[in-house]
């Protein structure tokens, strides 16, 4: 899948509950600052069982679906007046739905819990099924909702998708006009396995050393592109998932790869990316890799 449609629309998929709709002015400030429309997405599940009455029920799903997406457009224009607001009732299941729109969509939008999950529930949640598989960067908006003008935090780690982490995170901080924080962390785990034995009583100095350099390197071009952000450079010898929940507590948004350098194929959602998607206090932002 390709990793964004230039120009398309953000997708923000909803159920009526009030984290959907914390996602939903999230989406629409989205928006308004990348001079993009919002398609707001409600999907009902289709009725497979074959019952006296079913049909009706499939009808009464769909009229509620239709307008709840109505209510929660006119919310949006509202909150974001100008804004080109969209709607879909797509007859699927939601990840199906929201994956198919993730293929012509900018960017996907959705609360914490997913829809029609239950407060709490982890394990499979939409939110990260979508982080793990969608056709374009996953906005989960986390946190109470509240606006905050801490700074833009971005979780490096030199893999694969730092680059485009880098990216998004410094068009994120120069949209808002805020900081960036550009963090890069690494546990004694990262390297241990890779250290002769002969050359760990050195000490952990030249790998900080290095660290902090390609850090600085991966950082300069986007520097010379977006002068007008703040930079500040932190890197650390700790758990990654650690220090980015910590800085989840002033971030107004935190952005990640959705797998690290350190990351199993077979994993399609990295270690950080699920503790940040299920943890984190603000918003968290997963970048997606491009097409094969």
Same mark, same amino acid.
């Given at each position: 899948?390709? =990793?964004?449609?230039?120009?398309?629309?953000? *997708?923000?998929?909803?159920?009526?509950?009030?984290?959907?709709?914390?996602?939903?002015?999230?989406?629409? %400030?989205?928006?308004?600052? +990348?001079? /993009?429309?919002?398609?707001?997405?409600?999907?009902?599940?289709?009725? &497979?069982?074959?019952?006296?009455?079913?049909?009706?029920?499939?009808?009464?799903? +769909?009229?509620?679906?239709?307008? $709840?997406? #109505? =209510?929660?457009?006119?919310?949006?224009?509202?909150?974001?007046?100008? $804004?080109?607001?969209?709607?879909?009732?797509?007859?699927?299941?939601?990840? #199906?739905?929201?994956?198919?729109?993730? !293929? &012509?969509? @900018?960017?996907?939008?959705?609360?914490?819990?997913?829809?029609?999950?239950?407060?709490?529930?982890?394990?499979?949640?939409?939110?990260?099924?979508?982080?793990?598989?969608?056709?374009?960067?996953? /906005?989960?908006?986390?946190?109470?909702?509240? +606006?905050?003008?801490?700074?833009?935090?971005?979780?490096?780690?030199?893999?694969?998708?730092?680059?485009?982490?880098?990216? /998004?995170?410094?068009? %994120?901080?120069?949209?808002?006009? *805020?900081?960036?924080?550009?963090?890069?962390?690494?546990?004694?785990?990262?390297?241990? !396995?890779? $250290?002769? %034995? @002969?050359?760990?009583?050195?000490?952990? #100095?030249?790998?900080?050393?290095?660290?902090?350099?390609?850090? !600085?390197?991966?950082?300069?071009?986007? =520097?010379?592109?977006?002068? #007008?952000?703040?930079?500040?450079?932190?890197?650390?010898?700790?758990?990654?998932?650690?220090?980015?929940?910590?800085?989840?507590?002033?971030? =107004?948004?935190?952005?990640?790869?959705?797998?690290?350098?350190?990351?199993?194929?077979?994993?399609?959602?990295?270690? *950080?990316?699920?503790?940040?998607?299920?943890?984190?206090? @603000?918003?968290?932002?997963?970048?997606?890799?491009?097409?094969?």
């Amino acid at each position: 899948m390709a =990793q964004a449609a230039a120009g398309g629309p953000i *997708v923000v998929g909803v159920d009526g509950s009030g984290a959907a709709m914390r996602a939903v002015r999230w989406a629409a %400030e989205a928006a308004v600052r +990348r001079s /993009a429309p919002v398609r707001i997405v409600h999907a009902v599940a289709p009725v &497979t069982v074959r019952a006296p009455g079913a049909a009706r029920v499939a009808v009464h799903a +769909r009229d509620a679906a239709k307008r $709840l997406v #109505e =209510q929660v457009a006119a919310e949006a224009a509202m909150a974001a007046p100008g $804004l080109v607001v969209t709607t879909v009732v797509p007859m699927r299941p939601a990840f #199906e739905a929201l994956l198919a729109e993730s !293929g &012509t969509a @900018s960017m996907l939008v959705v609360g914490p819990t997913g829809l029609g999950a239950l407060p709490g529930v982890l394990a499979g949640s939409l939110p990260a099924k979508l982080a793990a598989h969608s056709g374009c960067p996953v /906005a989960v908006v986390r946190g109470s909702g509240e +606006r905050r003008r801490g700074p833009v935090v971005a979780g490096l780690d030199g893999g694969p998708l730092s680059e485009a982490v880098i990216a /998004a995170a410094f068009e %994120e901080a120069a949209n808002r006009e *805020v900081p960036l924080i550009a963090v890069h962390a690494w546990s004694d785990a990262d390297f241990a !396995g890779l $250290l002769p %034995e @002969s050359r760990r009583y050195l000490g952990w #100095e030249p790998i900080e050393e290095a660290e902090r350099r390609v850090l !600085g390197e991966s950082l300069v071009p986007w =520097q010379e592109k977006y002068p #007008e952000v703040a930079l500040n450079r932190l890197a650390v010898r700790d758990r990654p998932r650690h220090v980015l929940l910590e800085w989840s507590r002033r971030a =107004q948004l935190l952005v990640i790869g959705h797998r690290g350098r350190g990351g199993f194929d077979g994993l399609a959602l990295g270690s *950080v990316g699920h503790a940040l998607v299920h943890h984190a206090q @603000s918003p968290v932002l997963v970048i997606r890799p491009p097409a094969r």
